[in-house]
Nanobody
Framework: QVQLVESGGGLVQAGGSLRLSCAAS????????VSWYRQAPGKQRELVAG?????GKDYADSVKGRFTISRDNAKVYLQMNSLKSEDTAVYYC?????????WGQGTQVTVSS
């Protein structure tokens, strides 16, 4: 069974930065693509950013220019800069292992205004 584990969430003031990490129980390079989603209270889960093994990246319009997704041989990261109160949500790592979809347990990000 392949698992994804997020870390790096927390409380930050508006304008601040956080870096989220997503680690896998297997080689992270066996999971492709890897994406970050978020879900705010009362809202649907939405795609934030995704990255392929070849380095192709995609971002939600709401985070372009502020968030950066990257990966190395160990983890996938989400660097979040210029955070806004509307970025407050539980952030989930998502990946595909072959045909299997995998979700992490989520990490809370709270941005205070």
């Amino acid at each position: 069974q392949v698992q994804l584990v997020e870390s790096g969430g927390g409380l930050v003031q508006a304008g601040g930065s956080l870096r989220l990490s997503c680690a896998a129980s297997r080689n992270i390079n066996s999971i492709n693509p890897v994406s970050w989603y978020r879900q705010a209270p009362g809202k649907q889960r939405e795609l934030v950013a995704g990255i392929t093994l070849r380095g192709g990246k995609d971002y939600a319009d709401s985070v372009k220019g502020r968030f950066t997704i990257s990966r190395d041989n160990a983890k996938v990261y989400l660097q979040m800069n210029s955070l806004k109160s509307e970025d407050t949500a539980v952030y989930y790592c998502h990946g595909r292992y072959g045909t299997i979809e995998i979700w992490g347990q989520g990490t809370q990000v709270t941005v205070s205004s």
